[in-house]
């Protein structure tokens, strides 16, 4: 019986731990020369063979206890409840109630809920303890296995569900969002984690115009303003990068950058500044999402870039300053003092 009981558990903690554990824990332990691990990862790519030979090993285990229950273990109850002074039909029935509830209580405990709550806890190591043992009994049974299998793919066919082979982890922006919730709940990752990471994942919903600074409140220069007036532009307003017009179009040519003044020689200050030190500004759509803005200012290696509307106007400018602070929330530096 404690055998049978122990072979029972053996499949149901191979069963949970097939779906509960975590591929990217044994492809890590696999790589790094685990054997049980790389059978584990075998045995989850062929997960309806595997689960239905899990299903036929507790199928297999229980019907042989229960049979092997009552000639065993039944009699000797049967005598104890005769010499307790219950009649013999009636003893016989007593023991057999009394032989099947303690049966089932111990296969339930021992042989369900003990090894559910292993698998559950600790999936990995489970799946790699159990997986050699049980990929032989699957390799013994196969035939069987796949007619069965077989058989409950047609059942499940008038329901317009296809079994499969492995399991779908993948999710998408909202489960993301509730599994950082729950976790900031149960104080795995503490509140600034859960702000940063929400935040990332926030850039997908949000455009470029949503972060840029519209072009009314953009510190510009002149392209025809000598060197020392533009100097003073970047003094007062704090910013080292200025977007450069050329008037009286107010077309947008460029932008200075404040290191690239410092390197012109002292002669030049009452010129306008070269066009070598003029660069040139990546051009976004306003609607152009922020995870895609983020990738086309790492790709440009620009900290700025323009924004322009449907006409190909430009209505803005952003920085990559802007759309971290989309995700980490506002930054502030001794310049914010000194306005935008």
């Known amino acids: ?80 409840t ?15 109630v009394l032989v099947i509830g303690l049966a089932a209580v111990f296969q339930m405990l021992f042989g369900e809920l003990v090894p559910k709550n292993v698998a559950i806890a600790d999936p990995e190591r489970t799946l790699r303890w159990t997986v050699r043992t049980h990929g032989a009994f699957v390799a013994l049974v196969r035939p069987a296995i796949l007619v069965v299998d077989r058989l409950a793919t047609w059942a499940v066919r008038p329901f ?38 929400t935040g990332v994942l926030d850039l997908g919903r949000h455009t470029s115009a949503s972060v840029m ?44 950058h404040a290191k690239d003044l410092l390197r012109l020689p002292l002669e030049a200050r009452d010129e306008p500044v070269p066009l070598e030190s003029i660069r040139s500004l990546p051009v976004l759509r306003s609607d152009l999402l922020l995870d895609d803005v983020l990738q086309r200012l790492r790709r440009s290696r620009s900290q700025m870039a323009v924004v322009v509307d449907g006409t190909g106007e430009w209505v803005g400018i952003l920085s990559m300053d802007d759309v971290v602070e989309e995700m980490v929330g506002e930054i502030r530096d001794e310049s914010d003092g000194l306005g935008r």
């Open 213 to 256: 600074v519209p072009r009314s409140e953009v510190v510009t220069v002149d392209r025809r303003q000598p060197l020392s007036e533009i100097e003073g532009v970047v003094a007062s307003s704090g910013h080292t990068r200025l977007p450069m017009l050329r008037s009286p179009t107010g077309e947008l040519v460029g932008m200075v």
């Open 82 to 96: 005769y010499a307790a002074g219950l009649p013999s039909g009636v003893s016989s029935t007593v023991a057999l």
């Open 1 to 80: 019986m404690v055998a049978l009981v122990a072979v029972n558990a053996l499949f149901v903690a191979t069963e949970f731990a097939l779906v509960a554990a975590r591929p990217s824990s044994l492809e890590a332990a696999a790589a790094d020369g685990s054997g049980s691990a790389a059978r584990a990862l075998v045995a989850r790519r062929d997960l309806r063979v595997q689960m239905s030979g899990a299903q036929l090993g507790i199928t297999v285990s229980s019907i042989a206890l229960g049979v092997l229950v009552e000639p065993t273990i039944g009699r000797r109850m049967e005598s104890i």
């Open 160 to 197: 317009g569900l296809t079994p499969v082979d492995e399991i779908e982890r993948a999710v998408g922006v909202p489960e993301l969002t509730a599994l950082l919730d729950a976790s900031r709940d149960d104080g795995l990752i503490d509140p600034f984690e859960h702000e940063l990471l």
